[in-house]
């Protein structure tokens, strides 16, 4: 593909609009009826997100697409992960981070910027277990992050994780392996609109706050 034929590559957006009057008052719940949208209509992985974390100590920026597997209490998104992963060094010194869910299908995108917390022990562990068993041993193999030699040498360490929990289900919880929790301080949602005049409404509050102002954004 050239250059050109790669910056003629556009969609006009025409299927909704998004007003004041459409919306609910707290951010999360209105975050919920939309996934709930994105489901209904069968679009692929809806509860994918692309998950944005900074290391403190250079400022550079990361991301990654990893799953929502909750919203707990209406009040906040919560995800699992490797706590010795990159994700898991930048989360824990620098505790923010933004998420950004894309459902072309409705034409639709949310961005969320909070910041994150570690969801208790015994989240974690009911969700783990709940896992499918190979999921369970492989995040017992995985170093994430860190550099192996091989495909093999990771094969190696499933097979030493399969043999050491032989006969046992569910498998305990690695103590590196866990979920967190984003408070959000402010939510974008955006509807693609015609002449890229799109509809964008940020919910905002103060770091402990409970009320939400929303405003309307220039697209």
Do not use: C
Not at 102 to 113: D, S
Not at 152 to 181: D, I, K, N, S, T
Request: charge should be negative; hydrophobic fraction near 35%.
């Amino acid at each position: 593909m050239t250059d050109a034929e790669l910056a003629d590559l556009r969609q006009s957006y025409t299927q909704r609009t998004l007003l004041e009057t459409d919306v609910r008052p707290e951010a999360v719940a209105q975050f919920r009826q939309w996934l709930d949208e994105a489901v209904a209509a069968q679009l692929p992985e809806p509860a994918a997100l692309t998950l944005a974390t900074v290391d403190a100590a250079t400022g550079q920026p990361s991301q990654r697409v990893v799953l929502l597997k909750g919203l707990p209490d209406d009040a906040g998104f919560l995800f699992y992960t490797n706590y010795d992963s990159r994700k898991g060094h930048e989360l824990a010194s620098q505790p923010r981070a933004a998420l950004n869910f894309f459902w072309p299908g409705l034409e639709r995108q949310v961005r969320v910027e909070g910041v994150v917390e570690r969801a208790s022990a015994e989240v974690s562990t009911e969700y783990f277990q709940s896992r499918p068993r190979s999921s369970q041993v492989g995040a017992w193999a995985s170093p994430q992050s860190e550099v192996i030699g091989s495909r093999e040498e990771l094969a190696a360490r499933e097979h030493e994780v399969e043999a050491r929990f032989q006969g046992q289900a569910p498998l305990p919880r690695p103590p590196h392996w866990g979920g967190y929790v984003l408070r959000p301080t402010r939510v974008e949602f955006w509807q693609g609109r015609p002449s890229r005049l799109h509809d964008r409404l940020v919910y905002e509050r103060e770091e402990g706050g409970r009320e939400w102002k929303i405003s309307r954004l220039a697209p």
